[in-house]
Nanobody, 117 residues
Framework: QVKFVESGGGLVQPGGSLRLSCAAS????????MAWYRQAPGNQRELVAS???????TYADSVKGRFTISRDNAKNTLYLQMNSLKPEDTAVYYC???????????WGQGTQVTVSS
C-alpha cells in the first residue's frame, strides 16, 4: 500500500522559509520520479517541483530560484526547501509520484503553508 505523509508546514511571514518533508511508505519511492504539488483555495492542484530517480530537478516558473526539491532514498523521504516565501505560496502542499495520472488513493492529507504578515 502506497502512503505519503507530509509535514513541516505552518504560518510564516513573507520572506521567510520553511522546509517540508514527505515520508513515503510502500513500494514506491526509490527510482521513481517524485514531486511536490500544491493547491490553493479555489484553484486546481499544480505541480511545484519534481525530481527524477537520478536527481534531475524541474521547477514551476513561479518558484524557480526560491524552492529546492531533494530526496533521501535511504530514508524514503522527499523534501522541499522553500525560501523567500510570498503570500501567493499559501496553499496545501502534497507530495506524490510524478505521473501524468496519479491514482486517487495515493494522495495524503498534505501540509498547510500560510504566508502572511
Amino acid at each position: 500500500q502506497v502512503k505519503f505523509v507530509e509535514s513541516g508546514g505552518g504560518l510564516v511571514q513573507p520572506g521567510g522559509s520553511l522546509r517540508l518533508s514527505c515520508a513515503a511508505s510502500g513500494s514506491i519511492f526509490s527510482g521513481y520520479s517524485m514531486a511536490w504539488y500544491r493547491q490553493a483555495p479555489g484553484n486546481q492542484r499544480e505541480l511545484v517541483a519534481s525530481i527524477t530517480g537520478s536527481d534531475f530537478k524541474t521547477y514551476a516558473d513561479s518558484v524557480k530560484g526560491r524552492f529546492t526539491i531533494s530526496r533521501d532514498n535511504a530514508k524514503n523521504t522527499l523534501y522541499l526547501q522553500m525560501n523567500s516565501l510570498k503570500p501567493e505560496d499559501t496553499a496545501v502542499y502534497y507530495c506524490n509520484v510524478d505521473w501524468l495520472v496519479v491514482p486517487d488513493d495515493y494522495w495524503g492529507q498534505g501540509t498547510q503553508v500560510t504566508v502572511s504578515s
